[in-house]
């Protein structure tokens, strides 16, 4: 039986960590503690591939995940690093995954759901990062549920 790619990445989520640590191995997450430039990446990891991949299609809740990333965009902005630092951490650890993913490729779909979920997350850390700008314009409360409405067809294919 063929491994699912939900048990093979979930599996990998240390060796993904560590991956992705390598290649943040530079200013200025090297100045963060290791708590901080890790913030809950374990955590975050286990709920996209829980909200994509290891559930059944449409039923996956992707709040976790977006939650999770939201709190990360608003710790990023207290370290002081810039809006292009969540950027390009991001893109950093979809190469990570991808890395990961790319000897099953028979498993394309699924891959791309995690993906589409990567980019959904990224715009949810940058919320996060931007909540006190959102806060003053009294769109807290709504931009998740608006970022989730605008991209649920990417979350739950």
């Known amino acids: 039986m063929t491994r699912t790619l939900c048990s093979i990445l979930s599996a990998s989520i240390p060796r ?10 530079r200013e200025p997450w090297s100045l963060l503690s290791r708590t901080d430039r ?5 955590l975050f990891l286990a709920r996209l591939f829980d909200s994509t991949i290891c559930s059944a299609p449409k039923s996956g809740d992707p709040q976790p995940m977006l939650d999770a990333a939201t709190s990360h ?4 902005r207290r370290l002081g690093l810039d809006y292009d ?21 028979e498993q394309y779909h699924e891959m791309i759901r995690v993906d ?9 850390s ?3 990062y931007a909540r006190p700008e959102l806060d003053a314009r009294g ?6 549920a608006r970022l989730l409405s605008d991209w649920s067809s990417l979350l739950r294919n």
């Open 16 to 25: 993904i960590v560590s991956h992705w640590e390598k290649l943040v191995d």
């Open 38 to 42: 890790l913030d809950e990446l374990p």
């Open 126 to 128: 940058l919320r996060g």
């Open 73 to 76: 965009g608003e710790q990023r």
């Open 139 to 144: 769109e807290w409360g709504s931009t998740l």
């Open 85 to 105: 630092h969540v950027m390009e951490e991001s893109a950093l650890l979809r190469r990570a995954v991808w890395e990961f993913a790319q000897p099953h490729r």
């Open 116 to 124: 589409s979920a990567l980019t959904v997350a990224l715009m949810a």
